[in-house]
Nanobody, 126 residues
Framework: QVQLVESGGGLVQAGGSLRLSCAASGRAYGSYAMGWVRQAPGKERELVAAVTWSGGNTYYADSAKGRFTISRDNAKKTVYLQMNSLKPEDTAVYYC???????????????????WGQGTQVTVSS
């Protein structure tokens, strides 16, 4: 099992930047694909970005491409989401998520994520 704790959310003006962090604890963290999932009120969850256990491959939703960057530091058991050029439509609760994925195949599949953090609020004002 892995436990996840997010930090770094907050209020930012449109065009600004935020960096979210997700600290993990538990065994075999290095075998987990990691993702950032967001959910806005009245909307479905969206896998915004994901990274394989090795960090060698990444996935981005169309809404995040060119603006968000996911990265991980396995030595620190931490995954990051750098968000630039933020828009009001990026406002949501952002969750860190994990799935055991040795093959590096399923990191882009939201339904396979089965470990979740408590979420951190990101609010972008216009």
């Amino acid at each position: 099992q892995v436990q996840l704790v997010e930090s770094g959310g907050g209020l930012v003006q449109a065009g600004g930047s935020l960096r979210l962090s997700c600290a993990a604890s538990g065994r075999a963290y290095g075998s987990y694909a990691m993702g950032w999932v967001r959910q806005a009120p009245g909307k479905e969850r969206e896998l915004v970005a994901a990274v394989t256990w090795s960090g060698g491959n990444t996935y981005y939703a169309d809404s995040a491409k060119g603006r968000f960057t996911i990265s991980r530091d396995n030595a620190k058991k931490t995954v990051y989401l750098q968000m630039n050029s933020l828009k009001p439509e990026d406002t949501a609760v952002y969750y860190c998520a994990a799935q055991l994925d040795y093959s590096g195949t399923y990191y882009g599949d939201l339904l396979r994520y089965n470990y979740w953090g408590q979420g951190t609020q990101v609010t972008v004002s216009s």
